[in-house]
Every structure is written in C-alpha cells, then in structure tokens.
C-alpha cells in the first residue's frame, strides 16, 4: 500500500503544517475559491470527485478528506474472519489526483457555511465553493445506547468504520480462548449497510469453526427480521449449526445498557450477556459536518432532492451517501457510488446552465457467509418526486435452495465487484 | 471508451468554459450503473464480465434475454427488469463505440 506514513513522518509534517501557517497569513487563504468542494473521500465523495472531473475535466474540483488512507467497510468482515489483511482493504488518493487532478486535501473540514458557500479546514483557512458535495458518512452515536460511549469503543468495537477499530476486533478475537463466546449487538433500522453484521457473524463463524471449534457467536438484534434473513438462515443451518445463533427483539434479544469495564450487555427484560468478545454496533446518524451545518432532520439524516441530491435545505449543497435520505435505496456503498455519479451529472449540468436529469441507481449488495458461499439482494431505482423508489419487478434475492454452484458463482461474483467498485472510486 | 469519448468532449469545452459540461445525457447516466460491478467504462478488472468490447446490440440483446429470463443469470436477471426497451437502448448505445 503506497502513502502510508510512520508516526515520526506524521509528525514531521504536522511540524511542516505548523511553520507554514505560522509563515503564511490564513487570510491568503480565506479568498481562495474552486468550483466544487468535495467533502469525504469515501464511497460517495471519491466517485463524485473523480466524475465530476471525468465530466468536466476544465472544473476545480478539491476533495476534503481527514484520511491520508481509506479502509473500506466491505470487505472489512473478510479481515474479520482472517481472509483479508487489513492492507488488502486500503487505498490511497494518488490516484485520483494524478490521474483525473482532482485536488486533494486531507484536512478534517470542521464547519460548512451554507449561506457564504465556504468550507472551513481544521487549520483554519477556508475554501469557498460554487457548489459542494458531502459525503461523510455516519457517526456513532455516544447518547444513544447507555453506556456506550467513544471510550467504551475502545474496549467493545464497534467495528463499522473500517480502519483501526477492524483491526482491534480481530485482535479482540484472535486473544479469545476456545468454548467464550463472540456477542453481536446490531442496532434498529436506519444503519449502515443491512446485511453487513449477518455477514459479519457468518465470517467470524467461519474462522471459529477453524480456530476456536468450541466458541459460537451470539447475535443480540434490536429488530425482530433482517436484510437476507432467509438465506443467511439457510446457510448457518448449513455451514454453521449450534455455531451461529439469532436473537430477535421480540425474544429479549434488544440490548438497551452497556458496560465496558464490567464486560456485559443488558437486555431490555434484564438479561446480562458477558462474552469473550462484544461487538456492539450503535444507533448512527450523518457524519458531524452534515449535522452541525444545519443539513440534517431532528433524526439526524438529510432530506434531499431525489433527482439532483442537492440539500432541501442548502440547494448548492448536495448530500449523498450514508448521510443522505435516499427514499428507498439502503444505505450501502454501492448506493453512494451510484449516487455520487447521478449528483456529479447534475451539479455539473447546473454550472453550465443546463436542466437537470433524473437518471436511474442500481445496488447489489453481496454478503459472503463463506469464501465460497455468496448472496445478494438487488434493486434498480427512480428518482420520483415524491421520493426515491425501487422499481416494480426488479431486484430481489438470490434464490432459497440453490446448490453449492450458485453460492460460489456469487461469492466470485462479490470479489469481481469489490475490485470494480474501488476502481470506480480510486481508478 | 465512454471515458475517452467524454473526455475528449470535455476537453474541448474546457477551453471555452471551465463548467461547460461534458456529455451528461440519459444514456450516459443510465450506463455509469453498470460501472460498479462491470467496472468503470465497463472494463472489468475482475471476476465479472468485462462488457466494454461488446458492440451495442450484443447488449442490448443479452439485457433483452436477461430481462426475459430466457438467459441464465445469478442476478443480471434481476438488475435487467429495472430497464425500459427505450432505457436498455440507450445505455447500450454507450458501449462498443469505435471498435
Ligand atoms: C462491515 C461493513 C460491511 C459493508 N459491506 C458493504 C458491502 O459489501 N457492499 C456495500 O455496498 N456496502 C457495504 N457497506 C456499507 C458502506 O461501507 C457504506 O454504505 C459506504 O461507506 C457509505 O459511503 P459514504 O460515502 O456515505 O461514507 P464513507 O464511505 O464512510 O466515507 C466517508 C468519508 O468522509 C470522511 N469524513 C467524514 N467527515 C469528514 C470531515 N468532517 N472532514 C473530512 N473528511 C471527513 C471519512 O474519513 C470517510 O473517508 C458495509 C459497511 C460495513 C460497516
């Protein structure tokens, strides 16, 4: 992996940083002005950046990203359960600029001013900006689930920001003795990626069944059914029986208090589960940004529009992603990369003058239960006024019962896509 | 070569204006879809199909099959019943140019 940097490197350009803002007044910097700001480089942000210049390559286009290395989410589960290493699942920005010159800042951005079209960076200088995109994801949220807080993370990952808490997880699990078990904890629905902690249990199941045959996993659902409940069913009866085991809400499986120093999880009719390792994954909401620059509902997610994905409330800003109230589309990466291009379109149309267009999104989203064991769900989508909707007849579930052909042919097919989507996103 | 094509469009507009817009029509939207699986410009890196050398009305026609499910499929079956006749015209139309 290419741009990694040591920590004395780290410091030695925070030193760099430090003496030119000490030399260079900010107020240089503060009439700075490009076409479009680009904020987060993940799934949504990086397509958007690359597209936008791939449409119009004659645009200034910056991409703000507090990351100088990406970890992407899917394929997280895979480092998980030992198939992946976590340099399999990063990627650096040197592409994007070299190739499609996209300018890229890795600075947190830590205020949006919608009304003077400028984004303030954490070294104080601002960039102000025809037209922005955001992009930055989900937040956890530390006042949702008592107990479980920023600090507590540290001790139960949640894991679903992939990056260093990936790699604590798996360290989490490799320290575990044989016969503890792995408690999962995902939360109600709106979250990132549905299926994503189903795949999670069925991968570290994977690696248990190899490595600590007498340990099973232990899913504690703050909802009753979940995304691909059938087939994911199908398959631990297959692959993993008396290893993974579901509980639904409706069965006390909703945990509602947390301690990290005590190492449980309540339910909520009371009941206490320890286990060797507790992934809780929390309630979530838009990345910071989005929120504090007023973007945001009283849920903490963003209305925007269903053709364009500019703000309902800052039309020069558009909202896609995680972050983003995209009707029925799930909030996965594929959603934000399908959206990313549909708002470079149109953000691009605009600054020419032309009308927008509304085009169509599509998501697959794979899960892999074993190296070898692949499903998907599907959808093709339409932006209607009312509303982003799936269309009638299309989509659905890989089908229930098939054979050991089928389940290998899409676990093939979830690689083809893992490396077609981050060439899509980082070229 | 949906990239190159555009590219070179917007080029040439870029000389007149920095926000002039390349080609952002109904097909090339409809087609920057498929870049996620079949990968950008529809040439595959990976284990799915690579589908930028195919000409348009081989796309058309194995979309149209797909969509029928008179061709097999783990999920382009599924996919091909979000698109219109007029739809998988266009974003057809996109691949294969000049080859
Ligand atoms: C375990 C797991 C498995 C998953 N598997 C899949 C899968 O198989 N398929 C799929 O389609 N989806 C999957 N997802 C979902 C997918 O990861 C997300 O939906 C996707 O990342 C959303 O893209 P985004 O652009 O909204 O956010 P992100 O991809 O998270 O990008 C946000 C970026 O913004 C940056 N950022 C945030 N705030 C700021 C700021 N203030 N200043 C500067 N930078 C900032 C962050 O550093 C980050 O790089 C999975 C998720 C998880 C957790």
Redesign the interface.
């Known amino acids: 992996m290419a741009g990694s940097l040591s920590r004395r490197d780290l410091g030695r350009v925070g030193a760099a940083i430090a003496a030119s803002a000490a030399l260079g007044p900010v107020r240089a910097n503060a009439a700075r002005k490009v076409d479009v700001v680009v904020i987060g480089g993940g799934f949504g942000g990086a397509t958007a950046a690359r597209y936008l210049k791939q449409f119009a390559p004659g645009l200034s286009v910056v991409l703000v990203e507090q990351n100088r290395v990406f970890h992407t989410c899917p394929f997280s589960n895979l480092v998980l359960g030992g198939l992946r290493r976590l340099a399999d699942i990063a990627y650096t920005y040197d592409r994007l600029s070299d190739r499609f010159g996209v300018e890229v800042v890795h600075q947190r951005a830590v205020a949006l001013n919608a009304a003077n079209r400028t984004v303030r960076l954490a070294d104080g200088s601002d960039i102000g900006f025809e037209k922005a995109v955001l992009s930055p994801g989900v937040d956890m949220r530390w006042d949702a689930l008592p107990g479980y807080d920023e600090a507590a993370s540290e001790e139960m990952p949640h894991a679903w920001k992939a990056g260093p808490q990936t790699a604590l997880l798996r360290r989490q699990l490799e320290a575990m003795a044989d016969g503890e078990t792995v408690v999962i904890a995902p939360p109600a629905n709106p979250f990132r990626c549905p299926p994503g902690p189903y795949e999670r249990a069925s991968l570290i199941a994977h690696w248990l069944k190899q490595h600590r045959p007498k340990s099973k996993v232990l899913i504690l659902d703050a909802k009753d059914g979940f995304s691909k409940q059938a087939l994911f069913m199908q398959a631990w009866t297959r692959l993993y029986p008396g290893i993974v085991e579901h509980v639904p809400a409706r069965d006390d499986g909703r945990i509602v208090n947390v301690s990290a120093s005590e190492r449980w999880v309540e339910t909520a009719f009371g009941t206490r589960h320890s286990g060797g390792v507790i992934n809780v994954i929390p309630p979530q909401w838009a990345g910071a940004i989005a929120r504090d620059a007023g973007l945001a509902n009283a849920d903490g997610w963003c209305p925007v529009d269903p053709t364009t994905f500019a703000s309902d409330l800052a039309p020069d800003i558009h909202v896609i992603g995680d972050a983003a109230i995209a009707g029925q589309m799930p909030k996965s990466g594929f959603s934000a990369n399908s959206q990313g291009k549909v708002a470079a379109a149109n953000i691009v149309r605009a600054l020419a003058g032309e009308a927008p267009i509304s085009g169509s999104f599509a998501n697959t989203c794979y899960s892999l239960v074993a190296p070898d064991y692949g499903i998907s769900v599907a959808k093709v989508y339409r932006s209607t006024p009312g509303g982003i909707i799936g269309i009638d007849g299309s989509g659905g579930l890989s089908p229930m019962d098939a054979g050991p052909e089928v389940r290998a042919h899409e676990a093939a097919f979830a690689e083809g896509w893992y490396a077609s989507i981050t060439g899509d996103m980082f070229g | 070569m949906i ?1 190159n094509a ?2 070179a469009a ?2 040439l ?3 007149a ?10 097909g ?3 087609a ?2 498929c ?6 410009d529809g040439a ?5 199909p690579a589908i930028d050398r195919l000409k348009p009305s081989e796309i058309e026609a194995a979309l149209k099959a797909f969509r029928a499910d008179t061709r097999p499929a ?2 382009m079956g ?2 091909a ?3 219109s006749d007029a ?1 998988i015209g266009l974003l057809s139309g996109q691949f294969g140019r000049g080859r």
């Open positions: 990239r555009m590219a917007g080029l507009v870029a000389v204006s920095p926000a002039a817009a390349g080609d952002t029509s109904k090339v939207i409809l920057l879809s870049a996620a699986c079949h990968g950008p595959s890196p990976g284990s799915i783990t999920v599924r996919i019943k979000g698109y739809e």
